[in-house]
């Protein structure tokens, strides 16, 4: 968790080769620059010579800091590391689009947490393939824009919905049961940056109608995969999973609906994290911090 | 959970085709041959016409009763519903062999809970293709013989094992981490009689090596999954399935060591509910009562 | 769960002294009636002599049967049993009243499970000693009464609440994060009837601020309790208990913000439960089947 | 988790009050002295002034360092920081001793897991106040001292458990389920180095047999705490809780038996946890890094 969205609260999140270093590297130049690190955490996939992640918040002691400069300023210790880095600031919101079909719980999930302050993000618009959810959308002062999908309108309805997302500079993309794959180049013009709640826990049950498939196999728990989104289905990094503990007395139905709670909680943790700057991708793989 | 272990308690386990008049039946048999219900669990696929699914605990009232003439009097009732039905005195011991190779945790876990009188039933034997385990077995006072299989002896190993098992009239298996797949031969002559605990959320990650695959996935919850062998590799009817949560730091083998409890705790689960002829199998799932 | 809510679904709930017999009486006394046992769960708290719990479900097979008629029928088994007893039409749907304060998600995890048909139920009215949610509440077509509670116009404001819910025909109430303490008269007008939400584990924190207490204590758990309400302050039989792990990283209002998930989902399962009948209270506890 | 035992390996624990360049001071000691930081977690209580603590886990470049040299060159940045800190090679053993009574659930999980190799720290003792677990805990080869303990020889017993504590140089206690109280002398001879596993969720159920409090609550989960002994009666430092969900079914006895797998669970966790040098107590409270 991460409350401190003070205006001088910073992140800063490194991946590169793991070398003696880096921590003294980074941690002097913080308090050279009069930040104070208020959290920091690291990790080694192997400490005789894997990858090094490492995600610090800090406050700036100046309320006048210029973040500019002090990017430019990292730049030479991101160089001399070959550092792959990114400093946020706290107080910048980011922008997030919701997409969803038909099934409410969690959008509402993560409208109802954004209303009462619990994700700190901006949410221009949410994007439907159908019309149903208009009205509950609107109620909380959210544009909503339907744009149907067809097989035959399919590209052009991506492009329209990557128009629109240009448009309101959404940072990123929330698919919350949203019942469409996405083409290649829809996710690769948003990569890393489009969040699925996938409802099974990967890597059982890929693909279509998963609750059915655990009715077929009589399983004990049933899950959901909060993940980012890839061109490989439902193959991308997972950043979240949960079950929930069932038996052999749940219908397929049954099973349906026990499992929107596990996917609303998956899917919203997964949300915060991202907003947080939590989250580092490697390869197939994310490091939460 | 079940602890009716007087010698006048009785469990009556019955799969049929739904139909009105069963529970009736049952009760008033019950009540006419003096038998108290203690406990009675039902479940129907569909009340429109499924299968139902029956288990009824009861205490004889007259100590002095045979289960015998019992047995043939409910014959009557399990012809006209056309059941699938048996009676087990719960004060009858059942017989378990524990088949190992080298790793001890399930088995561990296994012995204490029968020395602790957590699980009843009586342990006439382990058997392992390693020799590794025999003196901590040995020191149980549990006979314990090892059966080394290669590819070439595996058929001769699978006879002398089976051997050993009918003669120390075993009721069912438990394979605790045994290593080795058993012929069709074999599941044959002990049909849902032989419990497995396969190290992963099944089905993800079937076969070998799931702790790596779930490594290399990238998982954030790690599962073991008690089953029923049947022919099919990891797809027989799932008793039991728990999960563990993991993050990035999880090395292949700190996942293995990690893993090792859910496997213990589920495959006890598992154990406790045969024994106590919780559980019925029905195509390729169970119900647990 | 329970998803037998055909017109023709009935819900037999019996408390009694234990003895033989009575599982037999009641089956066959369904069975001369016409009706399908669904489903059927005993309980005894001592096989030797204790108490006897039982609810069954079952189907009619005669679409136009009287509820009356049966229910003048059993009442000579409840007497020879002397029974407390009670048989609901699975189709009436009960009445309830929700009381709120200013926090939301208790209230808005109801109302959205109740449009999204998970909790059949009717929701007549919902009260709250402050006007905040009004808005919210008017938006499910809900009617909302701000009825204003301070020292002096305590028992007025109560007579008040209590005249509305008499007018609506109220079953049962719903404390959803309702922040006032309700008198012994009020209680002692819906016994066994109002539910509330406490947000701790109890009996760990009983009384206010529990966050508060649960961060001064250091717990790595925090939890929420659903329960009957009593004359004893947060002393009520419990329904349903949930916790969730939490760190030193935690403040109390984080605590707080992250209970709250904890207390949606508690509150939810208690609900569902008493709509479907799935609760007895025996003494200062519940037996949920 | 932490599997970093090379013989390089170091461990840095520190407390102090919150101030900028902290983390800038350690790690370019750390880099100066050619240390290489594998994991650091840090954890400041208010961001604005409160206190700082930190775990720094590095690996020493050279093979033949000198720890002690080590130690002495960090006295001044402790000194300038006013630090409470400790420096521990991870190649060295702990010594711990366990206390024990009748029950062997939570000495065995210790044994088994350190003859597994999942517990890294030496035995030299078993203490027990009843002769019952002699055999058992000689056959992992570990010496048994019986000391029984009445009301009149409490103090005597108690003096020569210290001795002999002394005499094998333990460096922390585990009470694994040891039903005597002990006196504020033995716990000062100890201080944050007595770790007790107490068979609830504290704070619920403080004192004696809460299995049959939490019986007569009607509790819907039971719990463990592990924690540190102070001079309150489990009112120390909580390390971890966890729990189980149980139902109206269970009997104090059979909550009793459930409850040993969450007690030994819990108490296998705090252990390991001290063991690898991850926890700092803090006034009541427990920071698990």
Request: proline residues 3%; charged residues 25%; glycine residues 4%.
């Given at each position: 968790?991460?409350?401190?969205?003070?205006?001088?609260?910073?992140?800063?999140?490194?991946?590169?080769?793991?070398?003696?270093?880096?921590?003294?590297?980074?941690?002097?130049?913080?308090?050279q620059?009069?930040?104070?690190?208020?959290?920091?955490?690291?990790?080694?996939?192997?400490?005789?010579?894997?990858?090094?992640?490492?995600?610090?918040?800090?406050?700036?002691?100046?309320?006048?800091?210029?973040?500019?400069?002090?990017?430019?300023?990292?730049?030479?210790?991101g160089?001399?590391?070959?550092?792959?880095?990114?400093?946020?600031?706290?107080?910048?919101?980011?922008?997030?689009?919701?997409?969803?079909?038909?099934?409410?719980?969690?959008?509402?999930?993560?409208?109802?947490?954004?209303?009462?302050?619990?994700?700190d993000?901006?949410?221009?618009?949410v994007?439907?393939?159908?019309?149903?959810?208009?009205?509950?959308v609107?109620?909380?002062?959210?544009?909503?824009?339907?744009?149907?999908?067809?097989?035959?309108?399919?590209?052009?309805?991506?492009?329209e919905?990557?128009?629109?997302?240009?448009?309101?500079?959404?940072?990123?993309?929330?698919?919350?049961?949203y019942?469409?794959?996405?083409?290649?180049?829809?996710?690769?013009?948003?990569p890393?940056?489009?969040i699925?709640?996938?409802?099974?826990?990967?890597?059982a049950?890929?693909?279509?109608?998963?609750?059915?498939?655990a009715?077929?196999?009589?399983?004990?728990?049933?899950?959901?995969?909060?993940?980012?989104?890839?061109?490989?289905?439902?193959?991308?990094p997972?950043?979240?999973?949960?079950?929930?503990?069932?038996?052999?007395?749940?219908?397929t139905?049954?099973?349906?609906?026990?499992?929107?709670?596990?996917?609303?909680?998956?899917?919203?943790?997964?949300?915060?994290w991202?907003?947080?700057?939590?989250?580092?991708?490697?390869?197939?793989?994310?490091?939460?911090?």
């Open positions: 968790m991460n409350y401190n969205t003070n205006n001088t609260s910073v992140r800063l999140l490194i991946s590169c080769h793991d070398q003696p270093g880096i921590v003294s590297a980074v941690s002097t130049f913080l308090h620059y009069k930040a104070n690190i208020v959290q920091s955490d690291q990790y080694s996939t192997d400490p005789s010579g894997g990858m090094f992640f490492m995600r610090v918040e800090f406050e700036m002691l100046d309320p006048d800091f210029d973040i500019t400069m002090i990017r430019t300023a990292f730049t030479e210790i160089l001399s590391f070959e550092m792959d880095w990114r400093m946020e600031l706290a107080s910048r919101k980011k922008k997030m689009a919701i997409f969803v079909s038909k099934e409410d719980h969690c959008l509402l999930e993560l409208l109802w947490r954004w209303r009462a302050g619990e994700i993000v901006d949410i221009p618009l994007i439907s393939n159908h019309p149903d959810l208009k009205e509950q609107e109620s909380y002062g959210i544009p909503f824009f339907h744009i149907p999908v067809s097989k035959a309108t399919k590209q052009q309805a991506e492009q919905a990557i128009q629109k997302l240009h448009e309101h500079n959404i940072d990123f993309i929330v698919l919350a049961r019942m469409q794959i996405l083409s290649s180049d829809f996710v690769g013009t948003f890393k940056r489009i699925n709640i996938h409802h099974s826990f990967l890597p049950f890929i693909g279509a109608n998963p609750y059915a498939k009715f077929e196999r009589g399983v004990k728990l049933i899950g959901a995969t909060a993940h980012y989104v890839t061109d490989d289905l439902d193959e991308g997972i950043i979240e999973q949960d079950v929930l503990r069932v038996n052999h007395r749940y219908t139905e049954q099973l349906r609906v026990a499992g929107r709670n596990v996917e609303r909680i998956a899917l919203a943790k997964a949300v915060t991202h907003i947080n700057d939590q989250i580092i991708v490697h390869g197939n793989k994310t490091v939460v911090f």
